[in-house]
C-alpha cells in the first residue's frame, strides 16, 4: 500500500522557519521526482519544488527561490523542506507528492504526480 505522509507544518510569525518532512513508501515508484506543492484558500494548488532524488536536481519556484531549499535523505527515504524566512503569501496547506514526472522541465505541473499526500497547513502571521 503506498503512502505518502507530510508532516512539520505549524503556524509561526514572518521571518521564521518551519521543516516539512515527507515519507514515501510502500512502492517502487517509476520516477525518482519528488515535489512539494501548496494550496491557499481560493487558489490553485500550485508547484513549490521538485526534487530528482537519484541525481540530486532541485526546481523552485520564483516566489520561493533564495528562501525554501528541498533536500532527500536516501536512507530514510524522506524528503524535506526547509523553508526560511516565511512570508505571510506562503500560508497554505503544503502537500508532497512523488512519482513525478521524468523531464524536469514539467516539475511544477501536479498531473505528472502520481501519489499525493493528505498535506500539512502552514500559517504565517505578520
Known amino acids: 500500500q503506498v503512502q505518502v505522509a507530510e508532516s512539520g507544518g505549524g503556524s509561526v510569525q514572518a521571518g521564521g522557519s518551519l521543516r516539512l518532512s515527507c515519507a514515501a513508501s510502500?512502492?517502487?515508484?517509476?520516477?525518482?521526482?519528488m515535489g512539494w506543492f501548496r494550496q491557499a484558500p481560493g487558489k490553485e494548488r500550485e508547484g513549490v519544488a521538485a526534487?530528482?532524488?537519484?541525481?540530486?536536481?532541485?526546481y523552485y519556484a520564483d516566489a520561493v527561490k533564495g528562501r525554501f531549499t528541498i533536500s532527500h535523505d536516501n536512507a530514510k527515504n524522506t524528503v524535506y523542506l526547509q523553508m526560511n524566512s516565511l512570508k505571510p503569501e506562503d500560508t497554505a496547506v503544503y502537500y508532497c507528492?512523488?512519482?513525478?514526472?521524468?523531464?524536469?522541465?514539467?516539475?511544477?505541473?501536479?498531473?505528472?504526480?502520481?501519489?499525493w499526500g493528505q498535506g500539512t497547513q502552514v500559517t504565517v502571521s505578520s
Open positions: 510502500g512502492y517502487t515508484f517509476s520516477s525518482d521526482c
Open positions: 507528492a512523488a512519482d513525478g514526472p521524468y523531464y524536469g522541465a514539467n516539475w511544477y505541473q501536479k498531473e505528472h504526480y502520481n501519489y
Open positions: 526534487i530528482y532524488t537519484r541525481g540530486g536536481s532541485t
